[in-house]
C-alpha cells in the first residue's frame, strides 16, 4: 500500500499525521482523512501496530493500541457491524472475556464489496467503534477495513500469533459454517468457539455440532445464553 507521501511525528505522548508537506500536523485521532484512500492508509498503518501477524518494530506506544503479540490468547469478534446495535454489544457481555477483539470486516457473502459499508469512511466507522466501546477492555482492531477484497476468516485466523485463539460467531453464521472457504482448515486453528443465539433451527445446530467436532474434537463449544436483542439485524436496521 502506497504512504501517499504519509509523515506522523510524536508530539509528547500523542501521534500526529498529515498526508502533505504543506498540511499541519494533527492528532490521529482527530483526523479526517480526505479520501477513501487515505482512510484505508489509516487503518491499515494503525492496523500494522497490532502486531497480530507479525512481530514488527515498527511498533508506536503512544498511539495507544495493544501490542497483541505478547498475549497467550485472543478472542475475536468479526462482522460487518454496520451498524453497530445491542445484540453486538450483548454478544461481548455474554462470552465472559474481558477483552475481545472486535474486527469490523467486508461481509464475504455480499455479492457487492460496497454494500457491506455503502462507501462511508472506513476510518470513520473505525472511530466510531472505538467510541462506542470506550469504557470497556474490548480492542477494536482497524486493519481489515483498509482491504479491497473480500476477507474471509480462514484466510487470517490461522496466522494469528496468539498460541490460543477463540471465536465470537452467532448460530446463524455456525450453520452454515461447513460451506465457509477451507472450512475445515479454519475449524482446526480454533481452541474455543462461542455461539451467539439467533434463534436458528436446533436441528441445523445439532447437525453442525457434529461436524464440527468430526473436524477438532479438542474446539470447546461455548453456546451463549439468549438475550433481549438476539433477533436484531444490522441488515434490517439499515432498510428501516
Known sequence: MSDMNFQYQINGKSVEV???????FVDIWESSPETIDQAKFLCHWVGVQFQ???K???YIKELGVPDLSNYEGLVFFPGSFHPWHDGHRACLDESGRDIIIVCPDQNPWKEDLEE???GECPWQNFKNLR????GTKHIVYPGFLAL?????TVDWLPKVLA?????IIGDDSFVNLPDWKDSEKLVESIDVLHICPRDEDLNKIESSIEWMKSINSNCELRFLNNHPFQHLSSTLLRTT
Open 18 to 24: 498529515r498526508f502533505s508537506e504543506s498540511s499541519p
Open 52 to 54: 497480530l501477524f507479525n
Open 56 to 58: 514488527s518494530s515498527l
Open 116 to 118: 457491506s459499508h455503502d
Open 131 to 134: 467510541r462506542v466501546l470506550s
Open 148 to 152: 479491497d477484497r473480500r476477507n474471509p
Open 163 to 167: 498460541n490460543k485463539k477463540e471465536l
